[in-house]
């Protein structure tokens, strides 16, 4: 009798570790879902809004009386082009702090050409994070 009590215990305790082992696995499963389902998130909206710029720097076809189809780059067309490099200039990885001191540098012009309440929080935060990379370069 305490030989069969001592063998269920054990296999109590191999089918616990084992539910344990499971759940530890299934639970890493989960967190690498959660990740790709943030990964592709970020990518997605990525894509979108390089998308939505492109398609707004897209010159604006005009048709002729004569018939003909003649591309005009409107000052909107131009100003949503140039946002747009300045957009793929941020998210660029990889690059020398020269490269992204210079990016928030024209960013920050960019953004200083209106003069709203989120406009001067880009600001402050371009300031901010050309403060610390510049730290960073002195201390590293």
Same mark, same amino acid.
């Given at each position: 009798?305490?030989?069969?009590?001592?063998?269920?215990?054990?296999?109590?305790?191999? #089918? @616990?570790?084992?539910?344990? &082992?499971? *759940?530890?696995?299934? %639970?890493?499963?989960?967190?690498?879902?959660?990740? /790709?389902r $943030?990964?592709?998130?970020?990518?997605?909206?990525?894509?979108?809004t390089?998308?939505?710029?492109?398609?707004?720097?897209?010159?604006?076809?005009?048709?002729?009386?004569?018939?003909?189809?003649?591309?005009?780059?409107?000052?909107?067309?131009?100003?949503?082009?140039?946002? #747009? @490099?300045?957009?793929?200039? &941020?998210? *660029?990885?990889?690059? %020398?702090l020269?490269?992204?001191?210079?990016?928030? /540098?024209? $960013?920050?012009?960019?953004?200083?050409?209106?003069?709203?309440?989120?406009?001067?929080?880009?600001?402050?935060?371009?300031?901010?994070?050309?403060?610390?990379?510049?730290?960073?370069?002195?201390?590293?």
């Open positions: 009798a305490a030989a069969e009590a001592a063998a269920s215990r054990g296999e109590e305790f191999d #089918q @616990q570790t084992a539910l344990q &082992l499971l *759940l530890a696995k299934e %639970t890493r499963l989960l967190q690498t879902l959660d990740k /790709l $943030v990964n592709a998130k970020h990518e997605n909206k990525a894509r979108h390089d998308k939505a710029l492109g398609n707004m720097s897209q010159p604006k076809t005009w048709t002729l009386s004569n018939g003909k189809k003649v591309l005009v780059h409107t000052p909107t067309t131009v100003r949503a082009a140039e946002l #747009q @490099q300045l957009y793929r200039g &941020l998210t *660029l990885p990889n690059l %020398t020269d490269e992204r001191l210079d990016v928030l /540098l024209h $960013v920050k012009w960019a953004v200083k050409e209106c003069d709203t309440a989120s406009t001067r929080e880009i600001v402050e935060l371009i300031d901010r994070e050309a403060d610390l990379l510049n730290r960073w370069a002195v201390e590293g």
